[in-house]
Every structure is written in structure tokens, then in C-alpha cells.
């Protein structure tokens, strides 16, 4: 994924850990509109789980309770 030392740091985290469960409890939930996306760097879908985990580990200084909470509000479905 991330080639930088401060991503590498946050991917191996308990808080990455954590954030990866929550992503995946909303990609179970029927709640959010969680549907892989095409990414060219990967030359095929990427997964919601992976698009967002990657997004934090290049933004490390964003607080990621934030993130985690906009998020669930853009991809609920109403």
C-alpha cells in the first residue's frame, strides 16, 4: 500500500486496527453504500476498506474519529 515510514507506522497500529474494523462493520451493514471502486495505481477495484485505510495512512495527521464519523454520514443510505 503506503512506502512512506509514518504509514507504514499507522497500518501496524492497534488505532489501524481498529479503524479497520469499524470500516468493515459498515461494509457488512446494509446502512452504507460501501461498493469497491475502481483505482488505476491498482489496476482493479479497491475495496472500501483498503480506499479508506490508505487515505489515513498518507493523511496521518488527520484525526480519524473525524474521518470515520463524515464518512458514515456521507455513505448512509437514506
Same mark, same amino acid.
Given at each position: %500500500? ?5 504509514? *507504514? $507506522? !499507522? ?11 469499524? +470500516?468493515? /462493520? %459498515?461494509? $457488512?451493514?446494509?446502512? !452504507? ?10 489496476? /482493479?477495484?479497491?475495496? !472500501?476498506?483498503? $480506499?479508506? %485505510? +490508505?487515505? +489515513?495512512? *498518507?493523511?496521518?495527521? %488527520? ?16
Amino acid at each position: %500500500m503506503s512506502n512512506t515510514l509514518s504509514a *507504514q $507506522k !499507522f497500518l501496524k497500529s492497534t488505532e489501524a486496527e481498529e479503524i479497520r474494523s469499524i +470500516l468493515r /462493520g %459498515m461494509m $457488512k451493514s446494509r446502512e !452504507f453504500n460501501t461498493t469497491s471502486t475502481y483505482s488505476p495505481s491498482s489496476e /482493479g477495484p479497491l475495496s !472500501f476498506e483498503d $480506499k479508506h %485505510m +490508505l487515505y +489515513l495512512s *498518507q493523511h496521518t495527521a %488527520m484525526n480519524p474519529s473525524h474521518y470515520l464519523s463524515n464518512l458514515r454520514l456521507i455513505t448512509k443510505i437514506r
